[in-house]
């Protein structure tokens, strides 16, 4: 027995009835009481638990929610690091113009080392080991012997003597003087182009006895009843798809040499030649193209006024050219579509076997996959290389020590890249066959080493930026396509080519006037398919 209950029994032992009774309503009462008071307290708990659970599952929503929010922000200001950097930064993939700091802030005792300059490979000096800092001196150039004679030996030469015989002979007297040697001054004299009316006149015969009236045909005349000829054509031509000038500042210049041509008559001009004149030309390039079996493509978005859509809308020209490796003359195309669909594709190849070497684009796979390797793909490094550039343009390297940002995957990842490229890049004057066997020795080798990184690396680790992710992605899911340059020598480690040949055109961003279909020209309609030239059918205009 507790100490408590043996104080309470010697407490009731000596009481009476009624005291007896007394105690237990009082009791009773008390635990009437708590009886209540457990019940309240076991309702409130049970409500108690029911908040608690709410708000815990709301506060996994808003974690959630918080973890989404703080990766689109992350997201969004990659972007807007991106889009500062491609308007107002270098365009350059170099890992030399990505990592900029200054000399005093750096502590890489190798930062000194001069860089080479390379337009389309990382640094061989940084694929050997990151040059942290990399700003340049400034590098005197000698002249070079003979480089103003070389420069002037494609234009005519005009010997003037100035010699004014009146002034000396007033100056230094009559017969005081004679000429002992000549200076001479060599300048470039530039002549404006000049418009000139031609006014060709033909003969009229009248022929036989009975007089019969017989007009001799004009020869070299683009368009009848027209001011247009061969040179004036060729100059607009030139100036704008070669200069980029558009039409509107032609017209204002062409008015400043007293003749006025609009603009639109200019434009029927250039589509009716381009058809007329370059349609069997582009048939031709076409059939030379798609006969060498190393081919390159890309596409870029152009602006098309006129074409029965919306306005704003999209358009697409694509661009094809023979491999940059292969041994045969070059030869690009540009092909314009309305859109970006593999349709084009399918016709522009629907004869064609061997590789293409373009980016990442599904429908070239497409492409592949439904021709069951008569065309087979090749990839592109220098899109994987640049994915790691942009990842890195977003990381201020000035708050990083050097040896902490050699570590950077993206820096380690762009080293790899660079060995590849600068392996590569020496054996690009060898023949096919060596170049084939020099790559499966000293490329392939480095390309392993760059995938074998690649895929040890942990994608879902929150420390990695989403261009991070994103490179390695791209290099994950491409590198079957990645590795086929190993496959032959003809085929280029990368598309830069066709961006060589698509980079006026993109920067200049022509504006293109397609062509309507029931106001044409004076005397007849075309209609043109995707892919090639033919005059399909030939109307009179009412």
């Known amino acids: ?167 000396l002979d007033a100056e230094y007297g009559e017969g005081g003087w004679r000429i002992y040697n000549w200076h001479t001054h060599t300048t470039v004299e530039r002549i404006p182009a000049v418009l000139y009316r031609k006014v060709s006149h033909t003969p009229v015969l009248s022929v036989g006895l009975e007089h019969q009236l017989v007009s001799i045909p004009a020869e070299n005349v683009l368009l009848k009843y027209s001011l247009v000829s061969c040179s004036l054509a060729a100059s607009i031509i030139y100036y704008k798809f070669c200069l980029g000038l558009p039409l509107y500042r032609q017209e204002t210049d062409l008015i400043q040499m007293c003749f006025p041509l609009s603009r639109q008559t200019m434009s029927s001009w250039v589509l009716r030649f381009a058809f007329d004149v370059f349609g069997p030309v582009y048939d031709c390039l076409c059939e030379e193209l798609l006969v060498v079996p190393y081919n390159q493509c890309d596409e870029t978005t152009v602006s098309v006024i006129h074409d029965d859509r919306s306005a704003g809308t999209k358009s697409y020209m694509w661009v094809h050219i023979t491999s940059e490796l292969a041994q045969c003359h070059p030869v690009v195309v540009f092909c314009y579509e309305k859109t970006r669909s593999a349709i084009h594709l399918r016709e522009f190849y629907a004869d064609y076997s061997g590789y293409v070497t373009c980016d990442a684009y599904q429908a070239y796979q497409t492409l592949e996959k439904e021709t069951n390797g008569r065309v087979t793909i090749s990839g592109c490094m220098m899109h994987a290389r640049r994915r790691y550039a942009e990842a890195l343009a977003l990381i201020d390297l000035k708050k990083i020590p050097a040896e902490k940002a050699e570590e950077l995957p993206e820096i380690q990842a762009l080293k790899l890249i660079g060995d590849i490229y600068d392996a590569d890049g020496a054996l690009k004057e060898l023949t096919v066959p060596e170049r084939t066997k020099r790559r499966d020795s000293e490329v392939r080798p480095k390309v392993d080493a760059y995938f074998e990184y690649v895929n040890a690396l942990d994608i879902e680790d929150p420390l990695i930026s989403e261009k991070l992710k994103d490179a390695i992605s791209y290099s994950r899911n491409q590198e079957i396509y990645l590795r086929r340059f190993l496959e032959d020598g003809n085929i280029p480690i990368d598309d830069g080519a066709t961006e060589r040949c698509i980079r006026p055109f993109a920067v200049g961003r022509f504006q293109l006037i397609s062509i309507p279909r029931h106001q044409l020209f004076d005397a007849y309609i075309i209609t043109v398919d995707s892919c090639r030239y033919k005059k399909t059918s030939i109307m009179k205009r009412k």
């Not at 457990?38 to 029911?50: L, N, P």
């Not at 900029?100 to 802030?105: F, V």
């Not at 480089?147 to 002034?167: A, I, Q, T």
């Open 1 to 167: 027995m507790t100490a408590s209950l043996e104080s309470f029994v010697n407490t009731i032992k000596d009481r009476n009835h009624e005291e007896l009774l007394t105690i237990i309503l009082e009791l009773k009462a008390a635990s009437l009481q708590d009886a209540a008071i457990i019940a309240e307290f076991r309702r409130s708990s049970t409500e108690m638990s029911k908040e608690y659970c709410r708000m815990k599952t709301e506060l996994e929503a808003i974690r959630t929610e918080q973890k989404e929010l703080q990766k689109k922000y992350n997201h969004v200001c990659e972007e807007n690091a991106s889009l500062t950097r491609l308007r107002f930064g270098r365009q350059s993939e170099k890992l030399s113009s990505l990592i900029n700091i200054s000399p005093a802030e750096n502590t890489d005792p190798l930062a000194e080392s001069s860089v080479p300059d390379r337009a389309d490979t990382l640094d061989s000096q940084e694929s050997a080991g990151m040059k942290a800092v990399l700003s340049r001196p400034k590098q005197h150039y000698n002249k070079t012997v003979g480089k103003r004679v070389r420069d002037l030996s494609g234009l005519p030469c005009v010997n003037v003597f100035d010699l004014d015989v009146e002034k």
